[in-house]
């Protein structure tokens, strides 16, 4: 059997989606990044306060990923079939979804946001500039929604240059925000956590902006009107709601598994929330390109499958997992090796937190491995595939049965010193303990032949 196809179309599609979603993921973390260096430079208290209010925003991107993850699914494979009246439908549900759930977030943060806080964190030290920062980071959610949104679903059509651009616009727009309004420059007063917040606002603004302007003006792929955003058959309506939501309650319930490790890291100490915060987007580094492959993964697989050609499904499935399985082990090393770096990059933090994140980073570098094939597995092909009530199993069982109950586990351990053993680097393991067995999982359920279901209409 060939372990990697020789068909050059195979590689040339995977890279030309990834690339650009890779480069776009490691601009945007470059601006996460940049926000924490510059607001680390305010202190723990500050680094803590912003780490822990952007808990929602982490929390709200589940949400939308899923919406898009789960019109992917159907995207993709009508892709193969070049349905593209069934694709603007698809847009519509998946434009009027996101617009719902993304005002209600907003209004409720907007006037709750202590509440919200209050939630993550009991820490009365920072609990202040958290408040302060989200609430005026909340007006951003709307619009990274909605542009998220609309990228995810061009680049379902093979659509992903335009991402590129929007992160480099995105990228300067929230530096050079950052350092008017975090430090007061320009002769305006200095905002501290305030003026990260509203930099980043404007900067979403200004990417959505440039998304709506090329989706109904530069792009001619799937032709689309602001009308057909409005209208969508109700059997599609069934199809969305019977093929979307299993990834969209995934990725979601995954998400409150997220929130409930913030909230429990988020009673322990100051320097475990700035060291997880720091650990945290350096994992995301790790990711980036593991990333950009799952999302070309989907469309590549869904479109074999909506075109009926499953042969070519699974020959490209064995492909795909070589070769994330070799991008886990460069990327894992890499971090573990260079984790130093980034570290050094937050000068103003305390020795302890500097000491902590760099255990944290060590563990999370091992996990990585696992978590670039699995992801391989359950965010590209079986999602592309059709296969997202497996996923959806797997990840609430590993979530609830397996991370949740060792986390809080460990952490009151801790915390109660009736098991010394349950040092911070421990908890923060038993945070990603599932990323060390997730992958065999997945590795099964690639071997047999359940996992390949059309989901189109003729």
């Not at 990697?4 to 973390?29: E, G, M, R, W």
């Not at 995810?152 to 929230?174: A, D, G, H, P, Q």
């Not at 971090?335 to 760099?358: G, H, K, Q, W």
Request: contains cysteine.
């Amino acid at each position: 059997m060939k372990l990697l196809t020789k068909d050059k179309s195979f590689y040339k599609t995977l890279l030309i989606i990834a690339l650009p979603v890779a480069l776009q993921q490691l601009i945007s973390l470059a601006v996460v990044m940049l926000d924490n260096v510059m607001v680390g430079s305010l202190g723990d208290v500050s680094l803590s306060a912003v780490s822990q209010a952007n808990q929602v925003t982490v929390f709200f991107t589940f949400f939308v990923r899923g919406i898009s993850g789960g019109a992917a699914l159907l995207i993709s494979q009508y892709w193969g079939k070049k349905d593209t009246e069934r694709i603007k439908q698809i847009f519509s549900m998946t434009f009027l979804t996101t617009v719902i759930l993304a005002g209600v977030v907003t209004v409720f943060v907007f006037f709750c946001p202590s509440l919200v806080v209050r939630f993550f964190s009991n820490n009365t030290e920072l609990l202040s500039e958290a408040t302060d920062y989200i609430r005026i980071a909340c007006f951003s959610y709307v619009l990274f929604a909605l542009s998220d949104t609309f990228i995810s679903m061009l680049r379902c059509v093979e659509i992903v240059k335009i991402t590129f651009v929007i992160s480099i616009v995105s990228f300067f727009t929230n530096l050079g925000g950052n350092y008017v309004l975090i430090f007061g420059k320009l002769g305006l007063p200095a905002m501290g956590v305030e003026g990260a917040a509203l930099a980043t606002v404007i900067a979403r603004a200004v990417e959505l902006i440039i998304v709506m302007v090329f989706f109904f003006k530069v792009q001619k792929k799937i032709k689309v009107k602001p009308k057909d955003l409005f209208f969508a058959e109700r059997v599609m309506w069934r199809d969305f709601f019977k093929y979307g939501v299993p990834v969209l309650v995934g990725d979601v319930q995954w998400g409150l598994v997220g929130v409930v490790k913030a909230v429990v890291i988020g009673r322990l100490s100051l320097e475990m929330m700035a060291a997880v915060s720091i650990t945290d987007v350096v994992m995301q580094l790790g990711l980036i390109f593991a990333n950009g492959l799952a999302a070309g993964a989907c469309v590549i697989i869904g479109k074999t499958v909506g075109a009926g050609d499953f042969k070519k499904t699974r020959e490209y499935s064995t492909s795909i997992e070589l070769i994330f399985g070799a991008v886990g082990i460069v990327m894992g090393l890499g971090i573990f090796f260079l984790r130093a770096f980034p570290v050094s990059l937050y000068t103003e933090i305390s020795e302890a937190t500097r000491a902590l994140a760099m255990q944290l980073l060590g563990i999370g570098a091992f996990t990585l491995i696992g978590t670039s094939y699995h992801m391989a597995c359950f965010t590209g092909i079986n999602r592309g595939a059709g296969d997202s009530r497996f996923v959806f199993k797997v990840d609430m069982i590993c979530g609830w049965l397996v991370v949740i109950p060792l986390t809080v586990l460990a952490a009151a351990g801790h915390l109660g010193n009736w098991a010394p053993f349950f040092s911070l680097p421990l908890v923060f393991l038993c945070t990603r303990i599932d990323q060390c067995f997730k992958w065999i999982v997945a590795f099964i359920r690639l071997r047999g032949n359940k996992w390949i279901k059309n989901v189109t209409r003729d």
